[in-house]
């Protein structure tokens, strides 16, 4: 095996995830490469660093007063909704131009045409099968207007 090979070795050494024979041709290599010795040092120390850092989460007081915010709820609602439109849109515009070179294709048979209108459709299907569901719920719900 070369340096490149046991070095990708490296990570898994140092967090115990290489079996014992591949831990003993790791410490076999590291014996004769000073190279990988000193690299493997180096990552020591920086799994050391990083094994001390501690995520810190802002209170949940911060996060509240944040939300509490109408200009913060409207702001993320708004970016969504134009965000989940535009994505609509070019996911529709694309698989038309898609659909459109498959049914223009004359190479391509009547039954791969057949399937694929009908994968289409059954799609179409759902998605109003779906969005349906979605909005009986939603004028079913009783706690929508309940603020908290």
Not at 115 to 139: M, T
């Amino acid at each position: 095996m070369t340096c490149h090979d046991y070095k990708d070795m490296m990570m898994g050494y140092l967090d115990n995830e290489l079996t014992d024979e591949q831990r003993g041709q790791f410490a076999e290599h590291l014996a004769g490469c000073p190279e990988c010795t000193g690299e493997l040092a180096q990552f020591r120390k920086l799994k050391a660093i990083t094994d001390e850092v501690t995520l810190v989460e802002p209170e949940d007081r911060l996060w509240q007063d944040y939300w509490g915010g109408v200009y913060n709820r409207i702001e993320r609602g708004f970016g969504w909704i134009v965000f989940s439109v535009a994505a609509i849109l070019l996911a529709i515009y694309g698989g038309f131009k898609v659909i459109e070179e498959i049914v223009k294709d004359p190479t391509i048979g009547m039954l791969l045409k057949a399937g694929l209108l009908a994968l289409i459709l059954g799609l179409a299907v759902l998605f109003v099968s779906v969005l349906r569901e979605r909005v009986y719920f939603w004028s079913k719900d009783r706690y929508r207007n309940v603020r908290r």
